[in-house]
C-alpha cells in the first residue's frame, strides 16, 4: 500500500470495512475485530491510528508477532491469516492488517472459557443474533439450515401423497417400513422436538401450502414493461406449492400435479416465447433456451438459503431474464468456481432427493455444461453471474 493510500483511509470515517486501532489494546479487544471481519466480508484495521483518523504510530517493536501469536493464536478460531504491512508516515509507523473474509465461518472470540461470535454492522462489532448465528453455521457447512424444524408444523401438513410415492416408488419401502421411522431418518421429521415437527426441506418439498408456516417458500415470479423496474407490470405473482410433483395416475383421484419450477415454466413462457409458423406447423420459439432457464430455477429453489426471509425471485424484463436465489454463496464458493463446474452444496438432503427425480444430474455441474453453452449458442452471450450477501443472481440476456 502506497502512503497516499493509507492516508486516504485515514480520511475516512470507521465502517463496514475499517477499523482504527492502537496498538495498546487489550488483546481480546482486537481479537473481536478479527472475528467480525472474518465473518462478514472481511475489512482493514489500521493499527496506530486513532479514533479520529489521526496518526500515533506503533509502539510495540513486535506487532506481528503479537498480533499472529497472541491475538489471533490465542483468542480467534478457526485460525485465520491476515495479511500485514507496515507503513512509515512522517517518522511514524502504521501497520496495515487486512482480514479476508473467512472460509470457515462462524469465528469465534475465545476468552474467558466462552466462544463469542461477533459480526461487523456499520462501524461497530456486535454480537451476532441467533438468525445471523444460524445463517453463520449454515454458510460453513457446520449446521444445514434445511434440516431446521418448521414450528408448528406437524406431518399432517404434508401431501400424503406425495412423500408416500416417494418412499413407495423411488425408496423402494417395504411394507413391513415403519413410514413415520423412515421420515425422521431422512430427516423428514426432526425427532428432536416433540411433538415432531416437520423440517425446512421437508416442508418446501411435500407440503400442500409450503408459506403456511414457512413464508419464504415459494417463487415471486414478476413481468415488467421495458428494461427497469416500474409499477407497470404485465405478470405479478406469488406462486405457492410443493417442489416436487405428484406422479399420480392421472384419474380424478389420483391427479398428475407439476412441481412449483414446472408451474413457474408455464407462467413465464407466454413472456419469453413465442410461435411462429413455419410451413403447415407451429413452432414455439423461445428467447432464452428453455434448459437453461429449467436448470437455474431447479438451482435456485435447491441451493437457496433457507436462514434468509425471502423468496426465489423470477423476473423478466424486454431484454433480459434474472433468476435470483436468496442468500450469499457457501464457504469457499465464488462464481468464477461455479461457472468452472466446481461444486458445494449448501442443502445436500434437498439436491439428494431432486436427483432422485431427475431433476439434476449426478454431476451438478448443469451451469457450466448447460446453462453457458447454451446461452452462448442461443444468443450469443454467457449469462451474468452476480453474488453478494443477499442473493446469487443470474442474468439471461435476450439476443438484440
Known sequence: MLIGDLLELT?????????F??????????????????????????????????????QRNNLQEWLMDTVIGRHVHPFILPDYEEIVVEGKRVAVVKIPQ???????????????????????????????????FDLGGLLSAEKFPVHGSSISDLDEHRYKEYF???????????????MVNHSLLVDD?????????????????????????????????GNDKDYNTKFDRVLDGPLLERRGSGGANDPIEPALHERVSTLVQPYV??????????????????????????????HRDWTKQNYVRVVVYDNRMEIISPGALPNGMTTERIK???????NPSSVRIFRDYGYVEDQGIGIRRK??????????????????????????????
Open 21 to 58: 486501532k492502537r496498538d495498546d489494546e487489550r488483546p481480546e479487544k482486537f481479537a473481536k475485530e478479527v472475528v467480525a471481519f472474518a465473518n462478514m466480508n472481511g475489512g482493514i484495521v489500521l493499527v496506530g491510528v486513532e479514533d479520529d483518523g489521526s496518526i500515533s504510530g506503533i
Open 102 to 136: 473467512g472460509n470457515s465461518k462462524p469465528y469465534v472470540l475465545k476468552y474467558n472459557d466462552r466462544q463469542d461470535i461477533y459480526v461487523r454492522y456499520g462501524n461497530t462489532s456486535q454480537l451476532a443474533g441467533r438468525e445471523q448465528q444460524a445463517r453463520l
Open 340 to 346: 468452472s463446474g466446481a461444486q458445494l452444496q449448501r
Open 371 to 400: 446453462v453457458i453453452p447454451l446461452m452462448q449458442q442461443h444468443n450469443e452471450r454467457e449469462p451474468d453471474f452476480e453474488a453478494t450477501e443477499d442473493h446469487f443472481k443470474v442474468t439471461l440476456w435476450k439476443k438484440q
Open 168 to 182: 413407495r416408488d423411488i425408496l423402494i419401502q417395504s411394507p413391513d417400513e415403519d413410514m413415520q421411522e423412515m
Open 273 to 302: 416465447s413465442n410461435e411462429t409458423l413455419q410451413g403447415m406447423s407451429r413452432r414455439r420459439v423461445w428467447d432464452y433456451p428453455f434448459e437453461a432457464i429449467r436448470e437455474l430455477l431447479i438451482n435456485a429453489f435447491i
Open 11 to 19: 480520511n475516512q470515517l470507521e465502517g463496514a470495512k475499517l477499523e
Open 193 to 225: 422436538v416433540r411433538p415432531l415437527a416437520c423440517s425446512y426441506f421437508a416442508y418446501a418439498l411435500f407440503a400442500k401450502k409450503p408459506q403456511l408456516r414457512l413464508p419464504q417458500a415459494g417463487v415471486r415470479l414478476s413481468v415488467f414493461e
